[in-house]
């Protein structure tokens, strides 16, 4: 079927604004958007820029606003969004961070909010004979947080970070930290309090829940959010009791 791709262009050396451009391609409703983009590249315009690698919902890369809705090219279908022949779709980069070139933005914010929170195991106890062994269960509580692919959805679709707080964390930051702070092998919470224990880190999340609408894993990223922000608090209250018992 014949489909209009609207797609947002920006050559930030010729461009003062981003503005829409059309392009009419020939695509099945079973063909992905990520297809419709890489013959508009191939075949109509080389220079449309966008990100994308595995092209199989792994790497995270080609995430971007498709009808107004974050979501990953490689993994939405053109039937998907309803097209019919004649139809058109807009192509948008995520929001939230700075437009870098046509549908890429500068994703540094966003990994620098993630490295902040020391997304790996931190623990000096020796491992012991067996290393660190973990039950099915003690597994299983952090099972949702290691689906994150570091797409960028999330911090794009969240309202905290577009309309209040700029400078909020974001979800993804915080659901990588809670990857850790649930993991029974893991003894680092004291030293991701820093990035995650502020006005602009855990505490700015106002539960909005646009995060766990559009993740593309469906990770349940609000409910990881709450359950850090319980546990941060079940932690000073068992400082403070400390402080009362000396
Ligand atoms: S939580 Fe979901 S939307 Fe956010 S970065 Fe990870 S995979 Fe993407
Ligand atoms: S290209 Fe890797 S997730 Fe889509």
Redesign the pocket.
Same mark, same amino acid.
Request: aromatic share 4%; with cysteine.
């Given at each position: 079927m014949l489909i209009t791709f609207q797609i947002q262009r920006y050559d930030p050396e010729k461009d003062a604004s981003p503005h829409f451009e059309d392009y009419e391609i020939e695509l099945e409703p079973e063909s992905r958007v990520l297809d419709g983009l890489v013959r508009i590249k191939t075949y109509v315009d080389g220079s449309l820029a966008f990100r994308k690698s595995c092209a199989h919902g792994i790497c995270?890369s080609d995430?971007m606003l498709i009808d107004g809705e974050?979501r990953l090219a490689c993994k939405t279908l053109l039937r998907d969004l309803g097209a019919k022949p004649g139809g058109r779709i807009r192509i948008e980069p995520l929001k939230g961070l700075p437009l870098q070139r046509d549908l890429m933005v500068d994703q540094e914010k966003f990994f620098d909010a993630y490295r902040s929170v020391k997304p790996y195991l931190i623990n000096d106890e020796p491992p012991g004979p067996k290393e660190r062994i973990q039950s099915p269960a003690e597994r299983e509580a952090i099972d949702e947080p290691t689906?994150? &692919? /570091?797409?960028?959805?999330?911090?794009s679709a969240c309202p905290v970070i577009r309309e209040k707080n700029p400078e909020f964390l974001g *979800?993804?930051a915080v /659901?990588n930290a809670s990857r850790f702070v649930f993991d029974s092998r893991d003894r680092g919470l004291p030293e991701r309090l820093p990035a995650l224990d502020r006005p602009d880190g855990i505490w700015a999340c106002e539960s909005k829940f646009r995060?766990t609408q559009?993740? *593309?894993?469906g &990770?349940k990223?609000t409910k990881s959010i709450n359950l850090t922000k319980a546990r941060i608090e079940t932690l000073r209250s068992i400082k403070k009791k400390a402080m009362g018992d000396l």
């Open positions: 995270g995430a974050e689906k994150c &692919i /570091l797409c960028g959805s999330c911090y *979800p993804a /659901l995060c559009v993740c *593309p894993r &990770i990223v």
